[in-house]
């Protein structure tokens, strides 16, 4: 790896911007996105949350250039990412910047070997073969994935191919991590496992995370920022707090707030229980409030 994914970027702050996108799909009538404006700083951790068909899949498509270049439709306004517009720049050169990973892993993988998975985007890169040993070991030693480096992808379990298939991306060393569902055919302990995986990359390497998730007492623990979105728009922004605080919003659009939020919410509703107190997010806020 030229600049390893621990080595400080040089870059401006903002990873990805998004200027005033609409995303309209060629044979579509309603626009997928609209009016989304939104700037990712390094070392953010998002989560992105939305019912259905809110845009969530179009957004991560936006942010390593599927959209536009492996969709048609008709696209307003700008997303950079590290500066570079999308639209003028091929999406083999944005993957070192941006990488996506989907929900299904098995979709994404390819190769005989997890370690020739791991080589195979910087190969087409066209980087040294002794560069590519070195980054691919790296990976595979940050990912916890050294001792299955000789077998084949397709023989491992859900979610040791989701670490292969964040891994493969992380062999490109890209600045932003997104993710669409990533824990979606996982049970709950692979699904935690992802999580601190994110956190360590984050928090460790250094790498701004974008995460779609319907997981949201996880969400309200380790994300820093949290985005809504709904039938296309950005309707909240902010941190987890501030986010979830917007309890009856998230009732308007069938979205759970974390359950520590709601019910700390019902107890000084109903109750009338520490009326000046911020809802907790997490159980161990709530253990906090109680003063267990
Ligand atoms: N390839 C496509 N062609 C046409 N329309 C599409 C395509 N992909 C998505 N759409 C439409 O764009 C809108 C937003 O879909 P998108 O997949 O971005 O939402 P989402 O929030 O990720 O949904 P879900 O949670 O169900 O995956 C939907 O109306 C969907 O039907």
């Known amino acids: 790896m030229n600049d390893t994914i621990t080595a400080k970027r040089e870059e401006s702050e903002t990873v990805i911007e998004f200027d005033h996108v609409n995303w309209k799909y060629a044979d579509t009538e309603i626009p997928a996105l609209r009016e989304i404006d939104f700037k990712v700083n390094r070392g953010e951790f998002i989560g992105i949350i939305g019912v259905n068909d809110s845009g969530k899949t179009s957004l991560c498509r936006l942010c390593n250039g599927l959209i536009p270049h492996s969709f048609t439709g008709e696209l307003s306004g700008n997303v950079r990412i590290e500066g570079e517009d999308v639209r003028n720049t091929q999406t083999a050169r944005l993957a070192k910047r941006s ?66 298939a964040i891994a493969s991306v992380l062999a490109m060393n ?67 707090r501030e986010v979830f605080s917007k309890i009856d919003i998230f009732h308007q659009i069938g ?9 700390s919410e019902s107890a000084r509703e ?23």
């Open 99 to 164: 990488g996506l990973v989907f929900p299904d892993p098995e979709a994404q993988l390819s190769q005989l070997t997890v370690f020739d998975e791991l080589a195979f985007g910087p190969a087409n890169l066209g980087l040294p073969k002794e560069e590519i040993i070195e980054t691919v070991n790296k990976v595979l030693h940050l990912m916890d994935l050294d001792s299955m480096k000789s077998r084949s992808p397709y023989t491992l379990s859900g979610g040791e191919q989701q670490r292969v």
């Open 174 to 240: 890209p600045a932003l991590l997104v993710l669409d569902e990533p824990t979606s055919n996982l049970d709950p302990d692979g699904t935690k496992k992802i999580f601190q995986t994110m956190k360590d990359l984050n928090q460790n390497e250094g790498i701004t995370v974008l995460l779609v998730e319907h997981e949201i007492e996880l969400l309200a623990e380790y994300a820093t920022r949290i985005i809504v979105l709904n039938q296309g728009k950005k309707l909240l922004d902010g941190t987890p």
């Open 255 to 263: 979205i759970h707030v974390p359950q520590m939020t709601q019910v």
């Open 270 to 292: 109903d109750y009338g229980l520490w009326p000046n107190q911020q809802d907790p997010l997490t159980l161990s806020e709530m253990i906090d409030l109680l003063n267990l």
